[in-house]
């Protein structure tokens, strides 16, 4: 609904009056040498504009045609509400009626958007202060405001447009605005299923009818895009169980009259379910018949899965272009028996011509150097084109973190049959980080963190990093440097430096610390694109300042320390926050090469993650430390801690394993200080939160653990092991991550500090 000042409704009418005076004889004119060309009407239009689009000057001659041209010109700029012309004794008079321009734009009942967001939304459709206005403009600005609600499922909003005339014909406009609520999913029918139910089918979908955690996911909220997205999912898992013919007939989505609720019905045609009855080949395959067929995923006497038709092309096309063809034309054609239920694959192939690669070219990279860029390629200029080694090449330049998008385009060279160019486009984001944050944990309380990092030096590719925390059991400051390209092989060099104060987390009231300060050196060698192994050697200086509550054990244990270490590390996992498949693998060793602090120190880590489904995971992780001092007896500064989160959950955290004596205690108290043995194994079963949906950042887990920490001499006795049980939540929630666990002890001993329930919230902003 809009409403407009009396002065301004005979615009559209002027208009079109002067369109058909335009494009009819109206009145007609003997042709004549235009003598002089006069202006009238203008304001702000400069006149140059206007004689620049006449299609006549001074001492053409001027015919009906080329008067009806000029209109439709003037017109064309967008500029004018009404153009005539008029001629007087040879002298053509060009009358104008400048449009209006917007002086300002305002809004009334705001509230779901920011006015600076519907602002910006106006102006990319041409509404803006200074801008032309018509009313043509306001109902497209009407359209879009009423859009962006639609977008967030407010069907009910209702906008009325006021235009005000103000002076030097300019207008304000102020859309007035009722939101109204949100439009809520009451349902979602599936209707024409009989091989799976209706429950199963809408499990798969984001969308839903809503929960009581609805306000958060918003997962009851109707979007088109979303409903397209879970279309295809329930396509997905039909052709993946042998529905070839799957179809969805239609979809159809009704509005409730009050438009508050909405009901979303599919109909979908099932078909036959299909087997495989036999896949062959046809077509060239480069003499290696046997190895394109053992590609072949695609299964006799299993059901029909389109996963594993379009894997097999895949597989073929990558591996055609691992030998240099890459236009390789490869496509799996159906023979479909519906008498029987039987499907016949053909896969045809025909791989067009080799070729290889005459220039790789870098683009968008403003800050990063070229070479850093070029030296994460495995597939080089003026070399046949190999399809797996540009998909690597893609991966390692997306892994430098320097780069927000990462994209490898093929251009065949024209002129030539057998050569491409490669054109490597990069989207550079900003690698400085000038970060302060805080940090609260059971074990550790309130923490401040502060820190300032360059990924990517002066472009070179370079880390420089300053990191500070100042906990109540840790305050740390420590600079680093790496160079990933300390050699031309892609071997890297780490320099750290730091100085840290720790209260080991055993401490209960004391204040004694440790003192720790040291240097290092690290080199990382890649062996394979997904191994890495690292070595490297420091010095540290450990000081014992004594005070209350002091394990007798960390007397004489300050001193001169230097630890060499050596490790491996594996990671594939899909996600490093909220990872659903993958394995992750991490060895690493250190060796005390002190004269009387000489030592051995291992560890390996484990985690395993199972996709059960879409929504449910099983994750494993095995983490084992071994201890020895080599001469002496293992350094207790160097023991390993078990207990709380990240070990065993449900006792208190640091805990587990041996205790110490207190100096000066009469009353026997005793102390916690670690193992030089470790030995701890979680296994979690993680879901969505009930109400989430499908959302991945907020889920909940129950869980298993055992474990516990051993002295240097002890055995690792399983009869010792404690375990517990317990739920858990995790939330990536928009102020960081955040994980509690409430867990029960269900193998403890006389002793132990038990703590049921943990949390910890870290962030920074």
């Known amino acids: 609904m809009k409403t407009f000042p009396r002065k301004w409704r005979g615009f559209t009418l002027s208009a079109l009056a002067a369109s058909l005076l335009s494009a009819l004889p109206a009145w007609a004119v003997e042709p004549f040498t235009v003598r002089d060309i006069r202006v009238e009407g203008l304001q702000r239009v400069e ?114 447009t006021t235009v005000t005339p103000t002076e030097r014909n300019q207008v304000s406009l102020n859309f007035s605005v009722v939101e109204g609520g949100v439009a809520k999913i009451r349902d979602i029918r599936i209707v024409g299923n009989q091989a799976f139910p209706e429950s199963t089918l809408r499990g798969l979908f984001d969308l839903d009818t809503g929960g009581w955690l609805s306000w958060y996911t918003k997962s009851d909220r109707y979007s088109r895009a979303k409903l397209n997205a879970d279309l295809e999912t329930l396509r997905s898992y039909y052709l993946a169980r042998g529905y070839l013919e799957f179809n969805i007939d239609s979809t159809q989505v009704a509005l409730s009259p009050d438009k508050s609720e909405m009901s979303i019905t599919i109909n979908i045609t099932e078909g036959q379910r299909y087997v495989v009855s036999s896949v062959r080949l046809e077509g060239q395959f480069l003499g290696r018949d046997e190895e394109f067929s053992s590609l072949v995923t695609v299964r006799a006497g299993e059901a029909y899965n389109a996963e594993s038709v379009s894997d097999t092309v895949r597989a073929f096309t990558d591996y055609f272009g691992a030998f240099g063809y890459a236009f390789a034309q490869v496509e799996a054609v159906p023979e479909i028996d519906r008498e029987n239920s039987r499907v016949a694959f053909v896969i045809r192939a025909q791989p067009q011509r080799r070729v290889y690669v005459r220039r790789i070219n870098v683009e968008g990279n403003n800050r990063t150097r070229d070479e850093v860029i070029r030296r994460e390629f495995r597939q080089f200029e003026a070399a046949w084109y190999d399809s797996d080694r540009i998909r690597l090449s893609r991966d390692r330049v997306d892994r430098l973190g320097f780069f927000t998008e990462v994209g490898i385009e093929t251009q065949a060279v024209p002129g030539t049959q057998d050569q491409v160019d490669l054109t490597v486009s990069v989207v550079e984001r900003p690698t400085g980080n000038l970060s302060i944050g805080a940090g609260f944990s059971q074990a550790e309380k309130l923490s401040f963190i502060a820190s300032i990092q360059q990924e990517n030096f002066f472009g070179s590719g370079n880390y420089l990093g300053l990191d500070l925390n100042t906990s109540k059991f840790n305050r740390n400051f420590v600079l680093r440097t790496t160079d990933p390209y300390f050699t031309s092989d892609g071997v890297s060099r780490t320099y750290d430096l730091y100085y840290k104060t720790t209260k080991p987390l055993t401490e209960q009231g004391g204040d004694y610390r440790l003192v720790t300060k040291g240097a290092g050196i690290r080199f990382g060698v890649p062996f394979t694109e ?100 080599l001469g002496n007896d293992f350094p207790v500064l160097k023991n390993f801690f078990g207990g709380g989160l990240g070990s065993v959950r449900g006792f208190d955290q640091g805990t587990l394993g041996p205790l110490s004596d207190v100096v000066g205690s009469t009353t026997g108290e005793r102390v916690n200080i670690g193992g030089a043995r470790s030995v701890v194994l979680n296994a979690e079963f993680i879901a969505p939160f009930p109400g989430a949906g499908n959302d991945r950042t907020l889920r909940v887990f129950g869980f298993v653990d055992v474990g516990n920490v051993y002295g240097e001499k002890q055995k690792i006795a399983l009869d010792e092991l404690r375990a517990s049980v317990g739920v858990g939540l995790s939330w990536l929630s928009p102020i960081g991550p955040l994980r509690f666990a409430w867990a029960n002890p269900v193998r403890k001993f006389d002793g132990d500090k038990i703590q049921r329930f943990q949390f910890q919230i870290g962030t920074s902003f």
């Open 47 to 160: 006149p140059g504009t206007v004689f620049a689009s006449l299609p006549f000057r001074i001492g053409d001659e001027y015919s009906d045609d080329k008067g009806a041209a000029a209109i439709r010109s003037l017109f064309g700029l967008g500029l004018f509400a009404d153009v005539r012309l008029q001629v007087q004794n040879d002298v053509l008079v060009v009358i104008v009626q400048e449009r209006p321009t917007v002086s300002g734009v305002s809004f009334t009942g705001l509230r779901e958007f920011d006015t600076e967001v519907m602002v910006r939304v106006l102006r990319d459709i041409g509404l803006a202060d200074g801008r032309p206005f018509d009313r043509a403009l306001a109902d497209r600005a009407e359209q879009e405001l009423k859009r962006q609600y639609i977008n967030r499922s407010m069907y009910a909003a209702e906008i009325t």
């Open 530 to 629: 997904r191994d890495t192994v690292f070595f490297g050697a420091g010095a540290e200086r450990i000081r014992v300042d004594e005070g209350n509550q002091l394990p007798v054990a960390y007397r004489g244990q300050g001193g001169t320390y230097l630890p060499a270490t050596i490790g491996w590390t594996r990671d594939d996992r899909d996600s490093a926050l909220v990872p659903n498949q993958g394995t992750l693998q991490k060895f690493n060793a250190e060796f005390g090469l002190g004269r009387d602090k000489r030592y051995a120190k291992l560890s390996y880590q484990h985690q395993k993650y199972l996709p059960l489904t879409k929504q449910y995971t099983l994750a494993f992780n095995a983490e084992l430390g071994l201890g020895k001092g």
